[in-house]
């Protein structure tokens, strides 16, 4: 059996703009520059797209998991809809534990489950060192998209999603 291969995407901070504040209103829900293009490339190359998100907003009554839907929906629609799955965690520390929430690695775990995706040709790009965690734990390679010092969970640093792009193509 051929096993499928992913990118994994944190939602916050890598396809859309980090405002620093919780996002709450669709209004500010700002999709980053080229983000249906870098989507489309990595898709074009056969990869499995999937969104792995930390939501606590839901726990904290800041917003609902119809507003996460509704955020996914302009993030489909940048890229034509090639998006193969969302995956998201409504806990809050403060609320309540969950293994879904990064760092833990349910919500991968899942998805590698339900695609048959192979760990060791899958990626995992976040811009925080709690996205890096779970990759690196199930053999995931790990792209930190970040201007600051790259975590010691990342394979690669990136500053921008082009770079990803060129990380994870020039890997095949």
Sequence with gaps: MNLAKCVFLDRDGVLNEELGFQITDLKDFRLKQGVGGFLRSLKDAGYLLIVVTNQSGIAKGSYTEAFVYECHAIVQHA??????????????????????????????????????????????????????????KLGIGAIHLTDKQASEYADFKVSDLVEAAAVILNDE
């Design 79 to 136: 890229c034509g809809g090639i998006m193969d799955a969302l995956y998201f965690a409504p806990g809050h520390e403060s609320v309540s534990k969950s293994l879904l929430r990064k760092p833990d690695s349910l919500m991968f775990e899942k998805a590698i489950a339900k695609f048959g995706i192979d760990p060791t040709q899958s990626w995992m790009i976040g811009d925080k060192e709690r996205d890096l965690i779970p990759a690196k």
